[in-house]
């Protein structure tokens, strides 16, 4: 199979996805020219905002390579990932992303969605202080400092 096919495969598992009553999401993951994984937006029967394809694809592949690097695999998804997703395909160690729709155009397609763009600019804007409160508790400081230095002699 070629990425044209890949990525054909995916757009079609996405509108498999709304047919079956989900989001029109959907990702696959790649490795040596095969898929290994597929992912769904499942939101709708979880009821969990993070349940995205993305994610559902990388603990797919993850488990089955009994691995989280998963440098060696390529990513197909139908729309530009939202932050949350980027960020677990950066600590995944994907290193390439193949989508068909980019984040402007796909936050004018989903209306019934937050778009992408301003999700973007709510991470990149100081961790979105402006909609939520964050609180330092500095008396905690050391401890919670002190586990995660411990982790490194483990
Ligand atoms: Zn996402």
């Known amino acids: 199979m070629n990425k044209e096919n890949f990525m054909q495969t995916t757009i079609n598992l996405a509108k498999k996805n709304v047919a079956n009553g989900g989001w029109p999401f959907a990702a696959i993951i790649v490795k040596n020219k095969e898929?290994?994984?597929?992912?769904?937006?499942?939101?709708?029967?979880?009821?969990d905002p993070s349940d995205h394809a993305e994610i559902a694809a990388i603990r797919v592949a993850s488990s089955k390579l009994n691995t989280s690097?998963?440098?060696?695999?390529?990513?197909?998804?139908?729309?530009?990932?939202?932050?949350?997703?980027?960020?677990?395909?950066?600590?995944?160690?994907?290193?390439k992303i193949y989508y068909s729709v980019d984040v402007k155009t796909k936050d004018k397609a989903l209306t019934k969605l937050?778009?992408?763009?301003?999700?973007?600019k709510l991470i990149s804007s100081?961790?979105?202080?402006?909609?939520?409160?964050?609180?330092?508790?500095?008396?905690?400081?050391?401890?919670?400092?002190?586990?995660?230095?411990?982790?490194?002699?483990?």
Do not use: R
């Open 35 to 47: 898929i290994i994984a597929e992912g769904l937006n499942s939101v709708h029967l979880s009821n």
């Open 69 to 95: 690097n998963l440098s060696d695999c390529e990513m197909y998804v139908v729309g530009m990932p939202c932050p949350m997703c980027l960020s677990c395909i950066v600590l995944s160690k994907i290193k």
């Open 114 to 120: 937050p778009l992408t763009e301003d999700l973007y």
């Open 126 to 154: 100081n961790f979105a202080e402006d909609v939520i409160e964050f609180e330092h508790l500095e008396d905690f400081s050391e401890k919670g400092e002190l586990v995660f230095k411990n982790w490194n002699n483990i």
